[in-house]
């Protein structure tokens, strides 16, 4: 076991690293290092390492971790690794990775790169990769920040590649912040936390040969063996050669991290290469992979992901602010578990007249998975993703996007522009969104596009003036909505933009909030988690003035032919059953609406006042 500390001081360049008396001056001797179980880096609190980046090699064991962290005087600031575009590597999918296609090669800039690591723990750190531009407003490359040339940029990057399973990466109490990055570029390591698994080098499209020696080749017919691979009909690999593991993740936790201004994403956990072999990718003739899928039905075997997915993955207690895309996602997971964080003003660049040299992948919510199985979220809070109006093509709070099983409980919203909660397309299946509250959301409480079996129960639902229980420009899924709450809120409208309109950009001054009175603030492990959030399923009674409808008694017929009630509020107008839309409502409570839908037989109808 050996610690080695390290403080931005000018010291003997003699000095060992091996006391706080005779600390190395530079990340760069850590960088030179081969790190192994026990062994610790610690940063000095109060030091800057300006243009400075830890790429990190070695592995702990089981319960012996490497760990990275602070140390010093506790009143002074975090150690700061402000890495201002410099810590560049080339990142290499080994693969194509979906999309458009999506970008799966380039160089990256990444303050914290930890690359086939496993027991590996993080904490206490200060991160930054702001570009440095001239007068022009153009970086290094001669690029603006919204060319789609620009700089991917990472706080931290998590990478799998050659050593299979990476094991035990803990990533706690990081401030990570101004991490100015592509916009465009999803998958790529480019946001505040990337965690991604590339494909083996030996498996890659340019070690595979005719004979399938080095790698796989695609048969033509199931079961077909190429080397020691077998292959299904459509190319996709379902036997690997024992001498190359899959690189994948188990036992991921990021937790009580504060993440600002970072893109494109916030955090993102594991998107992974072996998406062709997931999503029963396509390959030709040569033995390279097509970049097209065969997502069946939606469903995934949970058998898949625990061999070429993440496992034992936990997002909890992390606040994202001003992500330039989406705030938190995990991909490609078994049973992921994300909880308590929040998410705010999420998808400031997807936006079209910022977001402008493309529109592929101009779209961002605030927190949701991607081809998972099981995933669950609870008691997390989404306020004001933006830009729903402004050309991003979602804007929801939450997503449950192609993926099997994904449940949403427990939760609140608010203010979000493109709505609540939406379904996203056929193969998402088997999703369930139950017990959660929002108040004030946008353009519509519920989106379906295309979705075979949203289940939306047991939910209340505020609706400000330019919020529908559906949204209806692209209502054309299948629903149950069940036993949910729907109340109007007649108010205007007020939208939480960071732009002054669709065509003014503004940038909000950087605000450098001390991390440890932030998260002391929010988060109290003394506190029971039902009172963590608030408004649970419940409506606060400030909500409502005195000229609120209130609840009536059930005998409110006197109001269906009425377009206001009493005391001049109007009553909302809406459509309950769109076009090509097949939704079924049953005894859901709906208050201050001119009607109810017609097969809801079991609906209380709340109207007007007792």
């Not at 803990?170 to 480019?190: C, F, P, R, S, T």
């Not at 946008?442 to 129960?457: E, L, Q, T, Y």
């Not at 950009?505 to 950087?510: A, E, K, R």
Request: proline content about 4%; some cysteine; hydrophobic content about 35%.
């Amino acid at each position: 076991m050996t610690i080695y500390y390290v403080a931005n001081t000018r010291s003997n360049g003699a000095a060992d690293g091996l006391s706080e008396q005779t600390p190395f001056s530079s990340l760069l001797r850590i960088n030179e290092l081969t790190l192994g179980p026990d062994d610790a880096v610690l940063l000095q609190r109060g030091s800057v390492f300006e243009n400075e980046f830890l790429h990190l090699h070695g592995s702990g064991s089981e319960g012996h971790p490497i760990r990275i962290s602070c140390y010093g005087d506790e009143s002074l600031p975090l150690p700061c690794i402000a890495v201002n575009g410099y810590g560049v590597w080339q990142q290499d999918y080994g693969a194509p990775i979906g999309g458009a296609p999506h970008k799966n090669s380039g160089p990256v800039s990444t303050a914290l790169l930890l690359m086939d690591m496993s027991y590996v723990e993080v904490s206490n750190l200060e991160i930054t990769n702001r570009r440095i531009e001239d007068d022009n407003g153009l970086d290094a490359q001669g690029c603006a920040f919204n060319s789609l040339a620009a700089m991917d940029r990472t706080g931290v990057a998590v990478i799998a590649q050659d050593a299979g399973t990476v094991n035990h990466i803990v990533l706690q109490q990081l401030n990570i912040h101004d991490v100015e990055g592509n916009i465009y570029n999803k998958h790529m390591a480019n946001g505040g936390i990337q965690i991604l698994a590339h494909m083996p080098t030996q498996l890659r499209d340019g070690a595979v040969n005719r004979s399938g020696r080095n790698g796989v080749k695609a048969g033509t017919k199931a079961g077909t063996k190429a080397g020691t691979a077998t292959v299904t009909k459509t190319g996709a690999l379902t036997k690997l050669p024992a001498e190359v593991p899959v690189s994948r993740f188990n036992d991921i936790r990021i937790t009580e991290c504060f993440v600002q201004r970072t893109r494109r994403w916030g955090i993102a956990v594991g998107y992974t290469a072996w998406l062709n072999v997931i999503d029963r990718g396509k390959r030709d003739a040569q033995g390279h992979w097509t970049n097209t899928f065969n997502y069946g039905d939606g469903s995934i075997a949970d058998a898949v992901l625990q061999q070429y997915g993440a496992t034992n993955v936990r997002i909890d207690h992390n606040i994202v602010e001003d992500a330039g895309g989406d705030a938190i996602t995990v991909m490609y997971a078994l049973k992921p578990y994300v909880d308590h964080n929040v998410s705010r003003r999420a998808a400031q660049y997807i936006r079209s007249d910022l977001y402008c040299e493309t529109t592929n992948d101009r779209v961002a919510a605030a927190i949701w998975p991607w081809r998972c199985k099981n995933a669950l979220f609870e008691y997390n809070e989404a306020y004001d993703t933006l830009n729903a109006d402004c050309g991003n093509g979602d804007g929801q709070a939450w997503d449950a996007d192609f993926g099997d099983g994904t449940l949403y409980r427990y939760n609140y919203s608010c203010g979000n522009s493109g709505g609540t909660v939406m379904f996203c397309e056929d193969k998402a299946v088997h999703s369930e969104f139950a017990y959660n509250t929002a108040v004030g959301d946008h353009m519509g409480a519920i989106d379906i596009p295309k979705n075979p079996d949203a289940w939306i129960h047991h939910n209340t639902f505020v609706l400000v003036e330019d919020c529908d229980p559906l949204r209806l420009d692209r209502a054309t899924g299948t629903a149950i909505v069940e036993h949910n709450s729907f109340i109007c809120d007649n108010s205007p409208a007020v939208r939480n933009d960071a732009y002054d309109d669709c065509d003014q950009y503004t940038n909000d001054p950087y605000v450098n909030e001390p991390y440890n009175e932030v998260q002391g603030e929010q988060y109290d492990e003394t506190q029971d988690d039902s009172n963590t959030l608030s408004n649970i399923n419940t409506i606060n009674s400030d909500i409502f003035d005195d000229t609120y409808p209130r609840a009536c008694d059930g005998n409110c017929t006197e109001y269906f032919d009425d377009t206001t009630v009493e005391g001049g509020i109007p009553l909302r107008t809406t459509c309950w059953h769109p076009e090509d839309s097949h939704v079924q409502w049953n005894a859901n409570i709906y208050v201050g609406f001119s009607d109810i839908p017609s097969d809801d037989c079991q609906a209380l109808p709340c109207f007007g006042r007792e």
